[in-house]
């Protein structure tokens, strides 16, 4: 079983910078994709950006691409994102989330998930 938990979110100026940061326990992490998910009230869980088990496949979705930056250290357990020129649209609680090797864009091939935490960005 793989634990995770999500760190660094908070509230920012529209034109800001944040990083978030999700730490995998409780499994090999190496073998694992992660994935970041966001949801805004209201709206359905969103697709946001995945690394593979080596980090040599990356997917972002195109609302992020350009602004958004996913990267992982597997000496560290640890996936981060790091997010700038942010949007009051990236106003949403942001997830992590984990599956074997290979990554996805699809929310339910993910069997992983962390207890998410709130981005908020003000303009």
């Known amino acids: 079983q793989v634990q995770l938990v999500e760190s660094g979110g908070g509230l920012v100026q529209a034109g800001g910078s944040l990083r978030l940061s999700c730490a995998a326990s409780?499994?090999?992490?190496?073998?694992?994709?992660m994935g970041w998910f966001r949801q805004a009230p209201g709206k359905e869980r969103e697709f946001i950006a995945a690394?593979?088990?080596?980090?040599?496949?990356?997917y972002y979705a195109d609302s992020v691409k350009g602004r958004f930056t996913i990267s992982r250290d597997n000496a560290k357990n640890t996936v981060y994102l790091q997010m700038n020129n942010l949007k009051p649209d990236d106003t949403a609680v942001y997830y992590c989330?984990?599956?074997?090797?290979?990554?996805?864009?699809?929310?339910?091939?993910?069997?992983?998930w962390g207890q998410g935490t709130q981005v908020t960005v003000s303009s």
């Open positions: 989330a984990a599956r074997e090797l290979f990554a996805t864009m699809a929310a339910r091939e993910y069997g992983y």
């Open positions: 409780g499994g090999t992490f190496s073998r694992y994709a």
């Open positions: 690394v593979s088990w080596s980090g040599g496949t990356i």
